[in-house]
């Protein structure tokens, strides 16, 4: 409205004050005529015959509205108090809207200024929309108002299906109903959507629901088996128009300890015209015993073309429920888009009669825009690269004092975290000053949490290429952001020792001669299901249980004998892409070939199926974070519990880790997320280096997102790998130093509470100036201060300077046998 592409002939009104209040007044924040649209004199407060009406033009998905009165410049104090909305598709048919808990009527405005936005939810599919006022009688009513939302590119306009069912599930109801459903509801639904279009998808649990204050099962339609004898729930889906069906996305509950589960198969017939396809496209998707997540299950259409599908899916058990079915069409022949009438076009066209809705024909000017655009963006392109260039050789060339010059940046926190015993190690700190941000960080940011990271400068006995791996997000009138997932790929970097980027090259990686074999593949219908440890963009790692998997690997673990061992399962998605298959089966095959105490194995693999699984051991006690945080330490005068832990201990766990990180530095590999979230603790406190910290929400907060692509542990960081991209070794030492020191505090708080992710990442800059103004992590109370030097020292600004894992490994040794 406001921006002008809904033309004045297309905002019509039931009646109108006068000329200069007329229908086209009505857009929101214009002041053309009198100021607003204004039906003629309201009788009565629950009048529903005025109204103002908009002609979207094709159908289009409308998420919030806004209203607004009518001021002229402080003449006018006209406003709508209550209103209401109907909308139509086809013209002729009008549905009242209502929200999730069945309410009609919106609050309106409480003067003749303010914009007032209402959330639709659930949002409306609808070419036509109407505004109806609702208002005290005394009062004289104007509006203007806003549409917002997107062009319904699916062209779906009704669906129909069997109404859903009630579920009796642990002492509870789950009502499984499409409550927002606008079409004719009896023992079925019949031409109207609802939330199978609305663009919510339920959770994994379908007890749990997205929306707050509903029912069990609400965000879910569902059918039980016992109520079908065909075994099979139909659903038919009316179309706009004849298109060309590429494929059709149906989000499925697949809780199977619960009796529910995808879909087994699905048939789907066509119709062009008036006789449906005698042949229909089937499909069967993969079972999945292992993840009971919820999910999308992609359905190829064969490029049909028709203008109504019928869809029968067959039950795999008691229960089948859906949240979302979207189609993908070839739109390229048709033009959806707003095209504005000829003026000359009459006033009383009907609803259902748009002689003016044509394809532009003319391409000249879209041509012309196309070939502008694509020189501009080449141009800038070509900039952008020869200013990275400068950029590098002046950051390489520049000395350290003309750095210090010209980046100033002062650093404001209170510096109580030099203690007294921290004083003799490090030099004095100012008390206060302000923040400025140092120097930009790189676009190009790999994730640095990948574990086994590989150094350039090795030599090769096995050559991998390495293939970075991209996703594409669903989206409805938006976009949508989901947590990364761990894909293994091993980045070597670039030559130029202070390039902040990585290049994707191939990369040698030597392995030990007594695991250069492939894993077996293990029977994954063996494997039950515990509990979802994380999750990320392209998979999952479950907690199971294997059965048999002793005699698999031909060995006992922990004296378990014949009874299932708990094992971590890393699942890759179906619908992930080549590159990330890639990835994952690269990873598989080096973590497969590693063998130390302290390095989480690999034990099988299910890849001849999809999901791709790798299984790894699983320590009973969990991660050394969560572990360390339900502790106390013990006091030499206290007694010792269950619930205690002595300074012995810690100094124990960390040797530990210094071991394993000793054993991958020895095959130069980089770990690059080394923290007490990624080590997990067995029997008689034993420690394994793992790598799940990334994929699960419980470290979320862990994580700082860089211009909303690269994913860091900026906390646990080097100096160097947050300004400068570079991951050595070295960095990997910085890392163990803020590993030492949560496994000190018993991991009670976060490294650098104190100061917020910009204000570590400005804390850096103070390592890298090396000023005497850096913060360090304070020395904890249990720590002696031999350990506490040894901490410092892992932090040094020279990299070189810093203890290898082998003389951090023998210093601790030392220590404990002292």
């Known amino acids: 409205m406001t921006g002008g592409q809904i033309q004045d002939e297309d905002i019509s009104a039931s009646s109108q004050w006068s000329e200069s209040t007329a229908a086209r007044y009505g857009r929101l924040d214009f002041d053309d005529g009198d100021g607003a649209w204004c039906p003629d004199v309201m009788t009565e407060s629950d009048n529903l015959k005025e109204f103002l009406q908009i002609d979207l033009r094709s159908l289009h998905f409308v998420t919030l509205v806004g209203t607004q009165g009518r001021h002229a410049d402080g003449v006018g104090n006209e406003f709508a108090q209550r209103y209401r909305i109907k909308y139509s598709r086809d013209g002729s048919r009008w549905v009242s809207w209502r929200d999730r808990k069945g309410r009609q009527i919106i609050e309106g405005n409480r003067n003749a200024y303010d914009i007032v936005l209402k959330d639709l939810e659930p949002p409306i599919i609808a070419r036509f929309v109407r505004f109806m006022p609702m208002t005290d009688p005394s009062m004289i009513v104007c509006m203007r108002v806003e549409l917002y939302g997107c062009e319904w590119l699916d062209g779906l306009v009704s669906y129909s299906a069997p109404v859903g069912q009630q579920m009796a599930f642990q002492d509870q109801h789950v009502y499984l109903n499409d409550t927002v459903y606008d079409g004719a509801v009896g023992y079925s639904m019949t031409e109207g959507l609802g939330q199978l279009t609305d663009g919510t998808w339920g959770l994994d649990d379908f007890t749990q629901s997205q929306?707050?204050?509903?029912?069990?099962?609400?965000?879910?339609v569902g059918?039980?088996?016992?109520?079908?004898?065909?075994?099979?729930?139909?659903?038919?889906?009316?179309?706009?128009?004849?298109?060309?069906?590429?494929?059709?996305?149906?989000?499925?509950?697949?809780?199977?300890t619960s009796g529910v589960r995808i879909f087994r198969q699905v048939m789907c017939y066509f119709r062009s015209e008036s006789d449906w396809e005698p042949k229909p496209v089937s499909f069967r998707p993969r079972v999945d015993n292992i993840s009971p997540s919820a999910r999308f299950v992609t359905v190829a259409l064969g490029n049909h073309m028709a203008s109504a599908i019928r869809c029968r899916f067959a039950f795999s058990d008691a229960w089948m429920m859906f949240s979302e079915i979207a189609f993908q069409s070839d739109t390229a022949a048709y033009n959806t888009s707003l095209v504005p009438r000829k003026h000359g076009h009459p006033a009383n066209t009907q609803p259902g009669d748009d002689p003016t809705h044509k394809v532009d024909d003319s391409n000249t000017r879209i041509l012309i825009g196309c070939l502008v655009a694509i020189i501009v963006i080449l141009l800038a392109i070509i900039i952008i690269i020869l200013w990275r260039q400068v950029w590098q050789k002046m950051l390489e060339k520049a000395s350290r004092r003309m750095l210090d010059d010209e980046l100033t940046a002062r650093l404001s926190v209170q510096r109580e975290a030099l203690t007294s015993h921290h004083s003799s190690l490090s030099s004095d700190v100012e008390s206060h000053s302000t923040y400025e941000r140092i120097f930009p960080l790189g676009s190009d940011y790999q994730e640095p949490s990948r574990l086994l990271r590989k150094l350039p400068e090795f030599q090769a006995t096995e050559n991998l290429v390495i293939e970075t791996a991209s996703s594409n997000s669903s989206q409805i009138c938006g976009t949508s952001d989901v947590p990364h997932y761990a894909e293994a790929d091993i980045m070597s970097q670039q030559d130029a020792p202070s390039s902040p980027s990585y290049s994707v090259t191939a990369v040698n990686v030597p392995l030990p001669p007594e695991r250069d074999r492939a894993l077996e593949e293990f029977p994954r219908e063996q494997l039950t299901f515990k509990e979802k440890l994380g999750e990320g963009q392209f998979g999952e790692v479950h907690l199971c249980e294997a059965e048999g998997i002793q005699d698999f690997v031909k060995e006992d673990f922990s004296g378990a004998g014949d009874k299932p061992i708990l094992v971590a399962v890393k699942t890759l998605r179906e619908d992930a892409d080549k590159n990330a298959?890639?990835?994952?089966?690269?990873?598989?095959?080096?973590?497969?070939?590693?063998?130390?105490?302290?390095?989480?194995?690999?034990?099988?693999?299910?890849?001849?199926?999809?999901?791709?699984?790798?299984?790894?051991?699983?320590?009973?006690?969990?991660d050394l974070n969560q572990f360390l945080s339900c502790h106390q330490l013990?006091?030499?005068?206290?007694?010792?519990?269950?619930?205690?832990?002595?300074?012995?201990?810690?100094?124990?766990?960390?040797?530990?880790?210094?071991?394993?990180?000793?054993?991958?530095?020895?095959l130069n590999f980089v770990h690059r997320d080394l923290a007490t979230r990624n080590c997990l603790v067995g029997e008689n406190n034993t420690i394994k280096i793992s790598?799940?910290?990334?994929?699960?929400?419980?470290?979320?907060?862990?994580?700082?997102r860089i211009q909303g692509r690269a994913v860091l542990p900026i906390r646990w960081m080097s100096w160097e790998s947050i300004l400068l991209g570079k991951f050595t070794m070295a960095s990997d030492v910085w890392a163990f130093g803020v590993t030492l020191w949560e496994t000190l505090t018993l991991c009670k708080e976060q490294p650098y509470s104190q100061l917020s992710d910009e204000q570590v990442i400005e804390n850096t800059g103070e390592f890298f100036r090396d000023q005497s103004k850096q913060v360090y992590l304070a020395q904890p109370t249990c720590?002696?201060?031999?350990?506490?030097?040894?901490?410092?020292?892992?932090?040094?600004?020279?990299?070189?300077?810093?203890?290898?894992?082998?003389?951090?490994?023998?210093?601790l040794l030392e220590y404990q046998q002292a």
């Open 634 to 666: 013990q006091d030499k005068a206290s007694e010792q519990r269950n619930t205690t832990i002595s300074l012995n201990d810690l100094i124990s766990m960390a040797t530990q880790i210094a071991s394993g990180m000793k054993y991958l530095s020895s």
């Open 223 to 256: 059918w039980t088996n016992a109520s079908f004898p065909s075994g099979a729930v139909e659903m038919t889906f009316e179309f706009d128009r004849i298109r060309n069906f590429t494929s059709m996305k149906v989000h499925c509950n697949n809780m199977y």
């Open 783 to 811: 720590c002696p201060d031999p350990i506490y030097r040894l901490m410092i020292s892992c932090w040094r600004r020279n990299a070189k300077e810093r203890p290898t894992f082998q003389e951090i490994h023998s210093t």
């Open 581 to 622: 298959r890639n990835d994952f089966l690269k990873e598989i095959r080096i973590i497969s070939r590693l063998r130390d105490p302290n390095i989480i194995r690999l034990l099988a693999v299910c890849v001849e199926s999809d999901p791709l699984c790798m299984i790894t051991e699983y320590m009973q006690n969990g």
């Open 691 to 704: 790598d799940f910290g990334m994929s699960r929400n419980l470290y979320r907060g862990d994580y700082y």
């Open 211 to 220: 929306v707050y204050g509903v029912w069990p099962g609400y965000d879910y």
